[in-house]
């Protein structure tokens, strides 16, 4: 949702500074890497209690999100593998944050809040999937308000400002609303045209 709505609009802010300091250099999968990095620099820090460290690795891999595709946008560098690239290192990102937390409140003995994170985890492991089983059957979907932006500015406040509890009760209500609201818009797409009414007799359906 706050994805849709920038749009492309950043760029006239991220992409200038970056222009002065690198010029016409830059490798959108490098600054996907940093990103994926800065994850894991998170997640350690998370297991060690270092919540607003944690909190800053946490925005600084959003950064690098964004400049990946600044970079590949403005330098002409913008490619298939990059795309799929960056959705699978998104998808590491997000869990591993997850798996760190799980980690966390086990230590803590905090069973409550270990199936609280799962629950979380189910839900953002399911938006993109929808989204990408849409898009399959040729219907853009981004509808819902838990996208990744949106998730990675309420676990970095989360771990910032230590409510990591509350963020995840938001998370945990808001990605699964999300994921039905995906699945209502794909269902009402498909009832409005002849996208896929049926398989053909005797078709075998995708179980992946």
Same mark, same amino acid.
């Given at each position: 949702? #706050?994805s849709?709505?920038?749009?492309? %609009?950043?760029? &006239? /802010?991220?992409y200038p *500074? ?8 830059g490798? *959108?999968?490098?600054?996907? $890497? ?5 994850t894991?620099?998170?997640s350690?820090?998370?297991?060690? !209690?270092?919540?607003?460290?944690? !909190?800053l690795?946490?925005? #600084?891999s959003g950064l690098?999100? $964004?400049?990946d595709?600044?970079i ?6 913008a490619?298939i ?6 959705? =699978?290192?998104?998808? /590491?990102?997000?869990?591993?944050l ?6 966390h /409140?086990?230590?803590?003995g905090?069973? !409550?809040?270990v199936? $609280?994170?799962? =629950? +979380? ?5 399911? @938006? *993109?999937? =929808?989204r ?7 219907i853009s979907?981004? +509808?819902?308000?838990?996208?990744r932006?949106e998730r @990675?500015?309420?676990?970095? $406040? ?7 509890? *509350?963020?995840?009760w938001?998370?945990a209500v808001l990605?699964?609303l &999300?994921v039905?609201h995906r699945i209502?818009?794909v269902?009402?797409?498909? %009832?409005?045209s002849n ?6 007799k ?7």
């Amino acid at each position: 949702m #706050l994805s849709d709505k920038l749009g492309h %609009r950043l760029d &006239t /802010y991220l992409y200038p *500074p970056f222009k002065k300091i690198f010029g016409e250099w830059g490798d *959108p999968n490098l600054f996907t $890497l940093l990103g994926f990095f800065s994850t894991l620099a998170a997640s350690w820090l998370i297991l060690k !209690g270092f919540w607003l460290s944690a !909190g800053l690795a946490i925005i #600084l891999s959003g950064l690098f999100d $964004l400049l990946d595709g600044v970079i590949a946008r403005n330098l002409g560098k913008a490619t298939i593998f990059g795309s799929f690239f960056d959705s =699978v290192m998104d998808r /590491y990102s997000d869990l591993l944050l997850l798996l760190a937390l799980t980690i966390h /409140y086990l230590k803590e003995g905090d069973s !409550g809040l270990v199936i $609280l994170t799962s =629950v +979380v985890a189910i839900g953002i492991a399911l @938006i *993109p999937y =929808v989204r990408a089983k849409a898009e399959s059957l040729k219907i853009s979907c981004h +509808v819902g308000l838990m996208e990744r932006a949106e998730r @990675i500015i309420l676990l970095s $406040l989360g771990a910032l400002l230590n409510w990591m509890e *509350p963020v995840l009760w938001i998370l945990a209500v808001l990605t699964h609303l &999300t994921v039905l609201h995906r699945i209502y818009y794909v269902w009402k797409e498909i %009832r409005n045209s002849n996208i896929g009414r049926s398989f053909p007799k005797g078709s075998i359906r995708n179980k992946s």
